[in-house]
T-cell receptor, first 115, second 115 residues
Framework: AQKITQTQPGMFVQEKEAVTLDCTYD???????LFWYKQPSSGEMIFLIY??????QNATEGRYSLNFQKARKSANLVISASQLGDSAMYFC????????????FGAGTQVVVTP | DSGVTQTPKHLITATGQRVTLRCSPR?????VYWYQQSLDQGLQFLIQ???????AKGNILERFSAQQFPDLHSELNLSSLELGDSALYFC??????????????FGEGSRLTVL
């Protein structure tokens, strides 16, 4: 069974600062994928970044980077230079190679960016 | 805009009733996934269809059923509704049964309120 844990229910961050959102996971699969999605107050789920379990380099997408530490089973999201529009709920998710798309989501972290 | 269309966006109904949620995947996508997001359960995978066939099943109640039609749109049927079924129901799609990068394209969701 797979499990995703996000221990930070909410956090405040000042505009232009960087923020790290924690995510740890547990799986017995050798091949798996880790994802981060953003859910603004409007409700839609927006894909941010993906890290494959065999990827040696940490994934980056613009201001988003994923700090992947396989041995520690962590996949933290780093948002650099926070903007007011980054205020949203952020979900970490994972899926195994045999059931791609059958995501296991974490509980989410609410981020509020302040001026 | 993800290209995934869900209708209706909002639905209010009474306990014991039956509703149908509809999803049109992105053009060319063969897989459709249904997720339920509620306050107490978080985001839960319900079911996946690939090219008309059920591919994977998650925490879907027996009162719920889904299908994918030849034109690839999908419907999620919820019957004998209970107060606890109030949630945001997401449809997501991807091209294959196993998406290349793992990204799911989510619709904006159908918010169901059961009174």
């Amino acid at each position: 069974a797979q499990k995703i844990t996000q221990t930070q229910p909410g956090m405040f961050v000042q505009e232009k600062e960087a923020v790290t959102l924690d995510c740890t996971y547990d799986t017995s699969d050798q091949s798996y994928g880790l994802f981060w999605y953003k859910q603004p107050s409007s409700g839609e789920m927006i894909f941010l970044i993906y890290q494959g379990s065999y990827d040696e380099q940490n994934a980056t997408e613009g201001r988003y980077s994923l700090n992947f530490q396989k041995a520690r089973k962590s996949a933290n999201l780093v948002i650099s230079a926070s903007q007011l529009g980054d205020s949203a709920m952020y979900f970490c998710a994972m899926t195994g190679a045999d059931s791609w798309g059958k995501f296991q989501f974490g509980a989410g972290t609410q981020v509020v960016v302040t001026p | 805009d993800s290209g995934v269309t869900q209708t209706p966006k909002h639905l209010i109904t009474a306990t014991g009733q039956r509703v149908t949620l509809r999803c049109s995947p992105r053009s060319g996508d063969l897989s459709v996934y249904w997720y339920q997001q509620s306050l107490d359960q978080g985001l839960q995978f319900l079911i996946q269809y690939y090219n008309g066939e059920e591919r994977a099943k998650g925490n879907i109640l027996e009162r719920f059923s889904a299908q994918q039609f030849p034109d690839l749109h999908s419907e999620l049927n919820l019957s004998s509704l209970e107060l606890g079924d109030s949630a945001l129901y997401f449809c997501a799609s991807t091209e294959g049964g196993v998406p290349a990068t793992g990204e799911l394209f989510f619709g904006e969701g159908s918010r169901l309120t059961v009174l």
